[in-house]
């Protein structure tokens, strides 16, 4: 049976579509009786079913079929090992309905997209290198906005994602671009998203973490970035990141936008019970574990499966009399040992877990400042410390040199995007390769504003505009006598600017 040979990142559904095309039939049961026997296949863009049969028929491995053109690779990772069975068992049977159930996508709060996306630019390069154009997976994934390959906003189909006419495949067309202006250039929150779903999807067969493996690698990662105390997670401190490096209009058509921060976020954060969406825990990664592989989170999510997780006790009642004690002798020993741990090593280990016990929020934060008042940093080695760091400066350096919208990367900044900045700026001294990094790579005043202006311009001339120096300057808050050297000599290399 003729089935055309597929494409990078094609969808089944385009497969299909082109087969149509390529036959010149105009049934659409036609084909269908062709290629599965069975004139009721619903054409599904995601999640498509009767996968088996197909293959059967074509001549192809229906694994294949699943893992490389359909979306089944964006959801696998992210439910249980038992539900992802159920849900390739629905995709590739004829007779299991509920696949989409099954991936918990119609529970979710991320919808799915209105129509078909496409991208203008790949469907030119299409035409060129292979005389037609197809449907990408890529660009069906909901929040999911910029081409990869062009960095430009991905343009709606005409054609609806999910259908009225459910048994119709439409194959791509270059007559959908009618584009009147130009083309939205992707930020850099919106790359990032697409970087990950391209990855996600072209991860193959993966292990999956489960409840146990994802609540503990969140934990984790706030413990990271400095957000927890004890078992308490600042949720409010992470999700201010996230706006910081998301557009509110982006989190709000996804449905993540809420209370601040959102009851999802602070779900995600505490012992999972249900499975969140590829797009939440991507938008995570890309402000959390920029630059890190996809397939390494997972791998991290699935190994940490098998560490212990803590059970929260509950906290027992107490006498005030006997709190106000207890919290007194603590106290004592304390400024006797330094810190909590040699507090305990030194006969203190039974007050500290009756403290543990009766009083651990009083406890947790005592010892915390005690930590930080004390400076008991002689056990922190510091070399060690400083490659791990100056790994996470190098890949924040990375990833915010595209982005012209930055403030200021002066060394602060960057000190600022490290998890427990202010001790990191303490210790510098011990600290040469971050010292390096800082001194060379902080941005100064006046490469500052050559950003800027350079950024004005890049406006202008995406906008036909023209701008004198003066307007320049203004737009760009160069106030007069403020103009770095470095400034001027850049002014005077672009011929004045006027
Ligand atoms: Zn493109």
């Given at each position: 049976m003729y089935f055309p040979r597929p494409y990078p990142d094609e969808l089944l559904y385009s497969l299909i579509a082109r087969c149509r095309v390529h036959l010149g039939l105009d049934s659409h049961k036609g084909l269908l009786r062709l290629l599965f026997d069975d004139t009721r296949v619903a054409a599904i863009t995601d999640l498509p079913t009767h996968l088996e049969l197909l293959a059967g028929n074509i001549g192809w491995k229906a694994e294949e079929l699943l893992q490389q053109h359909t979306l089944f690779p964006l959801y696998a990772p992210f439910i249980p090992e038992a539900r992802r069975r159920r849900l390739r068992q629905a995709m590739l049977?004829?007779?299991?309905?509920?696949a989409i159930g099954l991936a918990g996508s119609s529970t979710s709060r991320v919808k799915w997209p209105g129509w078909l996306r496409y991208c203008p630019l790949c469907f030119e390069d299409m035409q060129g290198r292979y005389g037609e154009v197809y449907w990408r997976r890529c660009w069906q994934a909901m929040g999911a906005d910029a081409c990869p390959v062009h960095g430009c906003m991905l343009l709606d189909s005409p054609?609806?994602?999910?259908?009225?006419?459910?048994h119709e495949f439409i194959s791509a067309s270059?007559?959908?671009?009618?584009?009147?202006g130009a083309l939205g250039v992707a930020g850099s929150g919106a790359m990032a998203v697409s970087g990950l779903v391209v990855q996600l999807l072209s991860l193959g067969a993966c292990p999956t973490p489960g409840y146990r493996g994802w609540t503990r690698f969140y934990q984790v990662l706030a413990a990271d970035h400095g957000a927890s105390r004890g078992r308490q997670v600042k949720a409010g401190i992470l999700w201010e990141r996230v706006r910081s490096c998301h557009t509110s209009g982006w989190l709000a058509c996804n449905g993540l936008l809420g209370d601040e921060p959102p009851s999802w976020f602070v779900a995600l954060f505490r012992k999972h019970r249900n499975s969140f969406s590829f797009l939440q825990h991507i938008t995570l990664w890309s402000v959390f574990?920029?630059?890190?592989?996809v397939g390494e989170i997972i791998r991290e999510a699935h190994d940490m499966a098998h560490y212990p997780v803590p059970k929260p006790y509950a906290q027992l009642p107490a006498a005030p009399g006997q709190l106000q004690q207890r919290r007194e002798h603590w106290l004592a020993a304390l400024s006797r040992n330094g810190g909590a741990k040699q507090a305990r090593i030194n006969g203190g280990g039974a007050l500290y877990a009756w403290l543990y016990r009766h009083d651990r929020e009083w406890l947790m934060q005592t010892n915390g400042t005690r930590h930080t008042k004390s400076g008991n940093n002689s056990q922190v080695d510091w070399s060690k410390r400083d490659r791990y760091l100056v790994r996470l400066l190098i890949r924040i350096g990375e990833y915010a040199a595209?982005?012209?919208?930055?403030p200021r990367k002066s060394r602060n900044w960057f000190l600022g995007q490290l998890p427990h900045r202010a001790s990191v700026a303490h210790h510098l001294g011990q600290m040469p390769l971050c010292r390096a990094f800082l001194e060379r790579y902080s941005e100064s005043v006046g490469e500052f504003q050559i950003r800027r202006l350079t950024r004005a311009i890049l406006e202008d001339t995406r906008q036909g505009n023209h701008s004198n120096l003066w307007e320049l300057e203004r737009r760009c808050g160069l106030q007069k006598g403020r103009v770095a050297p470095l400034t001027v000599g850049f002014i005077n290399y672009m011929g004045g600017l006027d």
């Open positions: 049977a004829a007779d299991i309905p509920g054609v609806p994602y999910r259908r009225q006419e459910r270059p007559v959908f671009d009618r584009r009147g574990r920029p630059g890190q592989a595209e982005d012209l919208a930055l």
